[in-house]
């Protein structure tokens, strides 16, 4: 096969090596190199990596759905697609399925390092594709051992946006009983804080519930900061038409966003200290 793949006399002049695992790749993808235009193939010097990329084209793709569901994966993968699949981790990401195991990857995916920004981003882009992805980086997260320096507000990590959804969740039940102005000057501090979860992916798996409603709240603060409108019924039916009704708006919003108990209480407790006076 070898041979004909780089005779220009009969064969097909492709440049091709002649190192071991060249050899048992091309031998692994002979069946898909059968079906291959050879334009794909010429124009530069064929390696392992070539033959494995006919049977594996998008690595990033079923490492993610390899992550999510390994032994489902692999059952729709046949030996040579499998074979091909664990060689193009090892070339791409350092990583071998087979040996290293599911939870490996999903610490080296939090990393973040080399090809693992492009598997995160990936991931990113269609979390809802992978729903069993955040269970295996919530089991990978490194431990903190009382580092200083430990990045705890790392997006990758389900269970540091569930710290921070706790925290902000006791933020807010603080607010009630407070007076308006000292409930609207933590919402705008709370806002500050959680704010850029809104732009993580757990936001998007409804999973900071909490963060999203902070942006109503903090609309509402802006709005109730403002002076109520004095004067005749006229003048505070013209207050209410020209903006104020923003304010209603906003607080309906927020507790729209929030579904278990303890969540609306939450919110509950600044719309009380903010809107109703």
């Known amino acids: 096969?070898?041979?004909f793949l780089q005779s220009s006399d009969g064969g097909l002049g492709l440049d091709v090596a002649r190192d071991?695992?060249?050899?048992?790749?091309?031998?692994?993808?002979?069946?898909?190199?059968?079906e291959t235009d050879v334009r794909d193939l010429a124009g530069h010097r064929l390696e392992a990596q070539d033959f494995h990329a006919l049977l594996s084209p998008d690595p990033v793709r079923e490492i993610l759905a390899?992550?999510?569901?390994?032994?489902?994966?692999?059952?729709?993968?046949?030996?040579?697609?499998?074979?091909?699949?664990?060689?193009?981790?090892?070339?791409?990401?350092g990583f071998h399925p087979a040996k290293d195991?599911?939870?490996?990857?999903?610490?080296?995916?939090?990393?973040?390092?080399?090809?693992?920004?492009q598997v995160w981003d990936r991931f990113r882009e269609a979390p809802r594709r992978y729903?069993?992805?955040?269970?295996?980086?919530?089991?990978?997260k490194p431990q903190d051992n009382g580092d200083l320096f430990l990045k705890e507000s790392d997006e990758v990590w389900p269970q540091t946006n569930e710290t921070h959804e706790a925290a902000l969740r006791i933020a807010?039940?603080?607010?009630?009983?407070k007076s308006a102005p000292v409930a609207i000057a933590k919402v705008k501090d709370l806002e500050h804080v959680h704010g850029k979860r809104r732009s993580w992916v757990w936001a998007d798996l409804d999973m900071a519930p909490l963060a999203v409603a902070l942006k109503h709240l903090s609309t509402l603060a802006e709005i109730c900061a403002k002076p109520v409108a004095?004067?005749?019924?006229?003048?505070?039916?013209a207050a209410h038409v020209g903006g104020g009704w923003?304010?209603?708006?906003?607080?309906?919003?927020?507790?729209?966003?929030?579904d278990k108990r303890e969540d609306t209480e939450a919110v509950q407790a600044v719309v009380r200290a903010i809107y109703l006076p």
């Open 20 to 34: 071991m695992a060249t050899l048992e790749a091309m031998n692994t993808a002979l069946v898909k190199l059968a």
């Open 230 to 237: 004095g004067g005749s019924l006229d003048d505070l039916v």
């Open 172 to 177: 807010l039940k603080a607010c009630d009983g």
């Open 131 to 140: 729903p069993n992805l955040p269970g295996w980086l919530k089991k990978a």
């Open 246 to 258: 923003t304010a209603d708006a906003a607080a309906l919003d927020a507790l729209s966003m929030v």
């Open 1 to 3: 096969m070898l041979a």
């Open 66 to 93: 390899w992550l999510n569901d390994p032994k489902a994966a692999q059952d729709k993968m046949s030996a040579e697609q499998w074979q091909a699949f664990c060689h193009s981790c090892k070339d791409k990401f």
């Open 101 to 117: 195991g599911p939870l490996r990857a999903a610490e080296l995916m939090g990393s973040r390092q080399g090809g693992w920004q």
